[in-house]
């Protein structure tokens, strides 16, 4: 029955992209660390609290600054070499809203296909999104990190309290043995 | 087995129905019935331009997804489109493309924007695109079906389906059914497309994403100033404004246009008029929690904010009958404004 319908959402497909995750190193001592905000409330202050928090605890070593004009498009190709060139890892956020928290894990993937691990720092409102994502993109069991949500109305105080206890999945997320392709 | 002749008329209604139901399991649906689309009818719609079967008339680059000439044609029939339809719903494809918000991630936004597709020339009235009463809808075919085969495209081509990689929070009212014509023939001014470049007369469309429409009430004045300053109050509402970025359009119901045009009020002056006295003091930010804490940029000064990017980004459309004086304050969509132009409607 039916065959004679059109199924409308077949067509030329999608590019296949083979799911591809970076090497990750043991430990983050001595790492450079690329922070990808987006313009979203808080994302800044929150990555900046991660990028502290990674020196101290961690003994990473550079931080790298980058900021995503666009909360919605693909990481510009001129920041993502920039970023490959000069960090050993990136942590990408943060994802609160609909196409920002998709964008984001495109974002770290495009990372990880270039080489460099990424932690991906979404909202966990959005964590439907996110997984829809990674799944569309070939990778349905990408290793992101969950906070809970909102962001964007907390205080200086409270970002800072989420940077911390979002910390150990943060590395974990960059380290070896635990990544998951 | 029935042969043909046995065949009843309520055989075959059955059999459409379940024709339908099969599209809902299939998840084809925006939740209203499909129509189910053979490869002949395809054929019809693909008919109807010259343009390539595989030629990739949009994209949404971070899901790695493209829509072809084809996939739309199929998702127009879908959506009940006649054939004939689909050189606008084409249009309107080209004119969503050069819309920022829509290149980005604006079809998976949380605000769950609407496109709105103005359609210009006489090809309004050759396919019975409505300008007039209800002009917002429902109840006209082309209307109605030219906007939800965007929607349809959207959910079954790229994918982006509610609660999944669309994340509207509650969506706008009338998401995937806002398709007007501008009422021409009782607009004091020229059209859109042709305030945005193109010559008199071109079938043309011109599309933008919106957040809402509001409606503005005003059967009490006859002063272009006091019609004005009321567009102004619904304009610079706070609510609607993600500081430091705040838009709005007018689609304005044809006495008042008229009321504006007949005291010397060009469209650029209307903008203009706006544009200066739309601005939202700081006292009045800082009490909803929108204060820009000393943030400067453009717009913003020692009062307040304006609450209009410039004047040009005021969209402007006469549409609607000539019944009552009312209009409405659109919200688009986006922090970058809206492209300000049309595009042709080609026909082979």
Known sequence: ?181 | VTTPDEVTDQDRLAYARAAIEHAYDRGWTDGLPVVPVTRPMVEEFLAQTARSADEVIAAVPHLDRECTVEQAAVNAALAGCRPEYFPVVLAAWEALGRERAVLGGGWQSTSGPAPLIVVNGPIRHELNINSTGGVLGPGFRANATIARAIGLVVRNVFGIRPQELDQSTQGVPGRWLLCIGENEEESPWEPLATEVGLPAGTDAVSATLLRTCEFVDNRHTQRPDELLADFADSISRTGAAIVPFSSAGLVLGVEHAQLLAGHGFAKRDVQQWLYERCVRSHEDLDRVGKGLDGRTGPGIDGYGLRMLPSPEQLLIVVAGARNAAMSMVVRPFGFTGWSRTAVPVYRP
């Open chain 1, 1 to 181: 029955l039916f065959s004679a319908m059109i199924d409308p959402t077949e067509g030329p497909g999608t590019r296949a992209r083979p799911p591809v995750l970076a090497p990750r190193p043991p430990d983050l001592r001595g790492c450079r660390v690329g922070l990808l905000a987006n313009v979203k409330r808080n994302a800044e202050r929150y990555l900046d609290e991660v990028g502290a928090l990674l020196r101290r605890e961690h003994g990473a070593a550079d931080l790298v600054r980058r900021t995503k004009r666009s909360i919605t498009d693909p990481v510009p190709p001129d920041v993502l070499a920039d970023l490959v060139a000069t960090c050993d890892i990136v942590v990408v956020g943060v994802g609160d809203c609909g196409s920002c928290s998709a964008s984001a894990i495109g974002d770290g993937l495009a990372l990880e296909a270039a080489g460099v691990p990424a932690a991906v720092v979404c909202t966990d409102a959005f964590a439907v999104t996110a997984d829809a994502m990674a799944r569309l993109r070939g990778s349905p069991d990408y290793r992101y990190v969950r906070t809970p949500h909102p962001l964007a109305p907390l205080g200086p105080d409270e970002v800072r309290e989420r940077a911390l206890a979002a910390l150990p999945e943060i590395v974990a997320t960059l380290t070896s043995g635990r990544a998951v392709a």
